[in-house]
Protein backbone atom coordinates (compact mmCIF):
# COMPACT_ATOMS: atom_id res chain seq x y z
CA UNK A 1 0.00 0.00 0.00
CA UNK A 2 2.85 2.46 0.58
CA UNK A 3 2.90 2.41 -3.35
CA UNK A 4 -0.28 3.14 -4.15
CA UNK A 5 -0.95 6.45 -6.00
CA UNK A 6 -4.04 7.62 -7.53
CA UNK A 7 -4.07 9.85 -10.80
CA UNK A 8 -6.31 13.01 -9.74
CA UNK A 9 -8.34 12.23 -13.40
CA UNK A 10 -9.28 9.27 -11.63
CA UNK A 11 -11.05 11.09 -9.83
CA UNK A 12 -12.16 14.14 -11.88
CA UNK A 13 -15.28 15.54 -10.22
CA UNK A 14 -13.08 16.60 -7.51
CA UNK A 15 -10.97 19.72 -7.31
CA UNK A 16 -7.46 19.21 -6.50
CA UNK A 17 -8.05 20.14 -2.73
CA UNK A 18 -10.78 17.69 -2.97
CA UNK A 19 -8.44 15.18 -4.51
CA UNK A 20 -5.87 15.59 -2.19
CA UNK A 21 -8.00 16.17 1.32
CA UNK A 22 -9.90 12.63 -0.38
CA UNK A 23 -7.25 10.76 -1.03
CA UNK A 24 -5.21 11.28 2.55
CA UNK A 25 -8.18 10.52 4.71
CA UNK A 26 -8.46 7.13 2.61
CA UNK A 27 -4.37 6.68 3.33
CA UNK A 28 -3.48 6.98 0.42
CA UNK A 29 0.11 8.39 -0.12
CA UNK A 30 0.92 9.78 -3.39
CA UNK A 31 -1.08 11.99 -6.07
CA UNK A 32 -0.57 12.20 -10.12
CA UNK A 33 -1.82 15.73 -10.77
CA UNK A 34 -2.65 17.70 -13.80
CA UNK A 35 -1.55 20.99 -14.99
CA UNK A 36 -4.81 22.24 -15.47
CA UNK A 37 -6.20 21.68 -12.48
CA UNK A 38 -3.14 22.81 -10.13
CA UNK A 39 -3.95 26.21 -12.22
CA UNK A 40 -7.31 26.67 -11.10
CA UNK A 41 -6.32 26.71 -7.76
CA UNK A 42 -2.95 28.20 -8.11
CA UNK A 43 0.46 27.08 -7.98
CA UNK A 44 1.52 27.85 -4.95
CA UNK A 45 -1.59 27.10 -2.94
CA UNK A 46 -1.53 24.24 -4.64
CA UNK A 47 2.11 23.07 -3.66
CA UNK A 48 1.34 24.21 -0.41
CA UNK A 49 -1.55 21.95 0.52
CA UNK A 50 0.41 18.81 -1.28
CA UNK A 51 2.85 19.46 0.82
CA UNK A 52 0.92 20.36 4.01
CA UNK A 53 -0.65 16.37 3.46
CA UNK A 54 2.43 15.02 2.69
CA UNK A 55 1.62 13.79 -0.38
CA UNK A 56 4.03 12.53 -2.99
CA UNK A 57 3.09 13.82 -6.45
CA UNK A 58 4.06 10.99 -8.46
CA UNK A 59 3.44 12.81 -12.53
CA UNK A 60 2.70 15.53 -13.50
CA UNK A 61 -0.18 15.00 -16.61
CA UNK A 62 0.95 15.72 -19.02
CA UNK A 63 2.53 17.92 -21.40
CA UNK A 64 4.28 16.78 -25.25
CA UNK A 65 1.62 17.49 -28.02
CA UNK A 66 4.83 18.13 -30.36
CA UNK A 67 3.32 17.29 -33.41
CA UNK A 68 0.74 19.97 -33.72
CA UNK A 69 3.49 22.52 -33.47
CA UNK A 70 4.66 24.68 -36.14
CA UNK A 71 8.12 24.65 -34.90
CA UNK A 72 8.53 21.68 -32.66
CA UNK A 73 12.52 22.36 -31.90
CA UNK A 74 11.24 25.76 -29.96
CA UNK A 75 9.96 24.55 -26.32
CA UNK A 76 5.93 26.14 -26.32
CA UNK A 77 4.70 28.48 -23.31
CA UNK A 78 2.38 25.36 -22.33
CA UNK A 79 5.20 22.82 -22.06
CA UNK A 80 7.64 25.48 -20.31
CA UNK A 81 4.84 26.13 -17.61
CA UNK A 82 4.55 22.51 -16.85
CA UNK A 83 8.19 22.03 -16.29
CA UNK A 84 7.65 24.92 -14.02
CA UNK A 85 4.78 23.19 -12.39
CA UNK A 86 6.44 20.13 -11.99
CA UNK A 87 9.56 21.85 -10.00
CA UNK A 88 7.28 23.80 -8.02
CA UNK A 89 5.10 20.83 -6.85
CA UNK A 90 8.02 18.46 -6.82
CA UNK A 91 6.63 15.88 -8.78
CA UNK A 92 8.44 12.73 -9.64
CA UNK A 93 7.68 13.57 -13.56
CA UNK A 94 6.11 15.19 -16.06
CA UNK A 95 4.68 13.06 -18.79
CA UNK A 96 5.01 13.42 -22.42
CA UNK A 97 2.54 12.67 -24.64
CA UNK A 98 4.10 13.13 -28.23
CA UNK A 99 0.95 13.98 -30.13
CA UNK A 100 -1.12 13.17 -33.21
CA UNK A 101 -1.04 12.63 -36.94
CA UNK A 102 -0.13 15.96 -38.52
CA UNK A 103 -2.53 17.41 -41.28
CA UNK A 104 -0.92 15.69 -44.18
CA UNK A 105 -1.31 12.10 -42.94
CA UNK A 106 2.54 12.23 -42.89
CA UNK A 107 3.23 9.67 -40.16
CA UNK A 108 7.17 9.12 -40.48
CA UNK A 109 7.15 13.10 -40.38
CA UNK A 110 4.96 12.98 -37.65
CA UNK A 111 7.39 10.88 -35.73
CA UNK A 112 10.27 13.08 -36.43
CA UNK A 113 8.77 15.86 -35.26
CA UNK A 114 8.14 14.59 -32.08
CA UNK A 115 11.48 13.90 -31.56
CA UNK A 116 12.57 17.30 -32.19
CA UNK A 117 10.46 18.56 -29.45
CA UNK A 118 11.59 16.17 -27.24
CA UNK A 119 15.36 16.86 -27.76
CA UNK A 120 14.06 20.49 -27.33
CA UNK A 121 12.22 20.23 -24.58
CA UNK A 122 14.62 17.76 -22.96
CA UNK A 123 17.41 21.03 -22.39
CA UNK A 124 14.91 23.06 -20.73
CA UNK A 125 13.58 20.05 -18.23
CA UNK A 126 17.66 19.25 -17.18
CA UNK A 127 17.68 22.40 -16.52
CA UNK A 128 15.26 22.99 -14.35
CA UNK A 129 15.94 19.45 -12.59
CA UNK A 130 12.68 18.21 -13.70
CA UNK A 131 12.51 14.71 -15.26
CA UNK A 132 10.49 13.76 -18.46
CA UNK A 133 8.45 10.69 -18.76
CA UNK A 134 8.04 9.65 -22.28
CA UNK A 135 4.76 7.74 -22.61
CA UNK A 136 3.96 5.53 -25.42
CA UNK A 137 -0.02 5.32 -25.72
CA UNK A 138 -1.95 2.42 -27.23
CA UNK A 139 -1.57 1.93 -31.41
CA UNK A 140 -5.33 2.82 -31.59
CA UNK A 141 -4.76 6.37 -30.60
CA UNK A 142 -1.93 6.70 -33.29
CA UNK A 143 -4.12 8.68 -35.89
CA UNK A 144 -5.64 11.35 -33.09
CA UNK A 145 -2.72 11.15 -29.95
CA UNK A 146 0.11 9.65 -30.28
CA UNK A 147 2.53 8.43 -32.92
CA UNK A 148 4.45 6.56 -30.68
CA UNK A 149 2.44 3.70 -29.86
CA UNK A 150 5.40 0.66 -28.44
CA UNK A 151 8.03 0.59 -25.65
CA UNK A 152 10.27 -0.24 -28.15
CA UNK A 153 9.72 3.02 -30.37
CA UNK A 154 9.57 5.24 -27.09
CA UNK A 155 13.40 3.74 -26.12
CA UNK A 156 14.58 4.71 -29.55
CA UNK A 157 13.75 8.35 -28.96
CA UNK A 158 15.26 8.39 -25.79
CA UNK A 159 18.52 6.52 -26.99
CA UNK A 160 18.33 9.35 -29.63
CA UNK A 161 18.36 12.17 -27.04
CA UNK A 162 20.36 11.28 -24.71
CA UNK A 163 19.41 13.68 -22.53
CA UNK A 164 19.56 12.41 -18.22
CA UNK A 165 15.98 14.05 -17.94
CA UNK A 166 14.43 11.48 -20.25
CA UNK A 167 12.96 8.21 -19.35
CA UNK A 168 10.26 6.13 -19.55
CA UNK A 169 6.46 5.52 -18.50
CA UNK A 170 4.87 2.50 -18.42
CA UNK A 171 1.18 2.16 -18.53
CA UNK A 172 -0.44 -0.87 -18.62
CA UNK A 173 -3.66 -0.07 -20.70
CA UNK A 174 -1.17 0.99 -23.67
CA UNK A 175 1.60 -1.75 -23.30
CA UNK A 176 -0.16 -4.32 -22.03
CA UNK A 177 -1.25 -6.19 -25.62
CA UNK A 178 2.37 -5.61 -27.19
CA UNK A 179 4.38 -9.33 -27.50
CA UNK A 180 7.67 -7.44 -27.36
CA UNK A 181 6.83 -6.26 -23.86
CA UNK A 182 9.18 -8.58 -22.02
CA UNK A 183 12.12 -7.90 -24.09
CA UNK A 184 11.25 -3.96 -23.90
CA UNK A 185 10.81 -3.70 -20.45
CA UNK A 186 14.50 -5.29 -19.96
CA UNK A 187 15.94 -2.81 -22.45
CA UNK A 188 14.20 0.08 -20.57
CA UNK A 189 15.55 -1.49 -17.51
CA UNK A 190 16.32 1.56 -15.02
CA UNK A 191 15.03 4.35 -17.55
CA UNK A 192 11.35 3.38 -16.64
CA UNK A 193 10.72 6.11 -14.02
CA UNK A 194 7.06 6.25 -13.66
CA UNK A 195 4.22 3.07 -13.81
CA UNK A 196 0.64 3.47 -14.32
CA UNK A 197 -1.93 0.71 -14.07
CA UNK A 198 -5.93 0.34 -14.77
CA UNK A 199 -7.45 -2.50 -16.82
CA UNK A 200 -8.47 -3.31 -20.14
CA UNK A 201 -12.17 -4.02 -20.18
CA UNK A 202 -14.16 -6.46 -22.44
CA UNK A 203 -15.81 -4.64 -24.90
CA UNK A 204 -14.29 -2.01 -24.80
CA UNK A 205 -16.58 0.95 -23.89
CA UNK A 206 -14.59 3.72 -25.35
CA UNK A 207 -11.48 3.99 -27.35
CA UNK A 208 -9.90 6.65 -24.68
CA UNK A 209 -12.89 6.57 -21.89
CA UNK A 210 -12.66 3.00 -21.48
CA UNK A 211 -10.24 2.15 -18.98
CA UNK A 212 -11.31 -0.28 -16.16
CA UNK A 213 -10.85 0.01 -12.46
CA UNK A 214 -8.15 -2.86 -11.48
CA UNK A 215 -9.85 -6.43 -11.34
CA UNK A 216 -12.81 -5.41 -13.85
CA UNK A 217 -11.08 -6.45 -17.31
CA UNK A 218 -8.55 -9.23 -18.58
CA UNK A 219 -4.56 -7.31 -17.93
CA UNK A 220 -2.57 -9.31 -15.69
CA UNK A 221 -1.56 -6.55 -13.50
CA UNK A 222 0.60 -8.88 -10.91
CA UNK A 223 2.48 -10.25 -13.44
CA UNK A 224 2.70 -7.01 -15.43
CA UNK A 225 4.07 -5.35 -12.45
CA UNK A 226 6.75 -8.37 -11.33
CA UNK A 227 7.68 -7.78 -14.80
CA UNK A 228 8.29 -4.05 -14.09
CA UNK A 229 9.94 -4.46 -10.59
CA UNK A 230 12.74 -7.50 -11.94
CA UNK A 231 13.94 -4.51 -14.27
CA UNK A 232 14.63 -2.22 -10.89
CA UNK A 233 11.43 0.12 -10.78
CA UNK A 234 10.61 0.63 -7.04
CA UNK A 235 8.63 3.70 -7.24
CA UNK A 236 4.92 4.70 -7.13
CA UNK A 237 1.86 2.12 -8.34
CA UNK A 238 -0.25 4.95 -9.92
CA UNK A 239 -3.99 4.28 -11.08
CA UNK A 240 -5.40 6.17 -13.88
CA UNK A 241 -8.41 5.81 -15.18
CA UNK A 242 -10.70 7.63 -17.86
CA UNK A 243 -13.97 6.12 -17.48
CA UNK A 244 -17.58 8.26 -17.80
CA UNK A 245 -19.01 5.30 -15.77
CA UNK A 246 -16.34 5.87 -13.11
CA UNK A 247 -16.34 9.46 -12.96
CA UNK A 248 -19.72 9.21 -12.36
CA UNK A 249 -19.75 7.23 -8.97
CA UNK A 250 -18.52 8.78 -5.93
CA UNK A 251 -14.86 9.24 -5.75
CA UNK A 252 -14.60 8.00 -1.89
CA UNK A 253 -16.24 4.58 -3.20
CA UNK A 254 -13.95 4.60 -5.97
CA UNK A 255 -11.15 5.10 -3.60
CA UNK A 256 -12.26 2.73 -1.72
CA UNK A 257 -12.58 -0.15 -4.25
CA UNK A 258 -9.20 0.63 -5.57
CA UNK A 259 -7.36 0.57 -2.31
CA UNK A 260 -9.45 -2.91 -1.45
CA UNK A 261 -8.03 -4.57 -4.66
CA UNK A 262 -4.48 -3.12 -4.87
CA UNK A 263 -2.77 -5.64 -2.82
CA UNK A 264 -4.10 -8.27 -5.66
CA UNK A 265 -3.17 -6.54 -8.67
CA UNK A 266 -0.19 -4.70 -7.42
Keep these: MQRLSINQITVREWGLAEAVEGLARHGVRGIGVWPEKVEELGLERSAALLRAHDLRVSSVCRAGFFTVQQDPSRVSDANRRAIEITQ ?30 LAAMAAEAEAAGVALALEPLHPMMT ?124
Design 88 to 117: AVGGDCLYIVCGPLDEDNDLAGARDRALDG
Design 143 to 266: ADRCVIVTLAQALDMVDAVSSPAVGIAVDSYNVWWDPQLPSSLERAGARIISYQICDWLVPQPHPVFGRGIPGDGVIDLAGLTRQVDAVGYQGPIEVEIFNEDVWSRDPDEVISLIRDRFPSVS
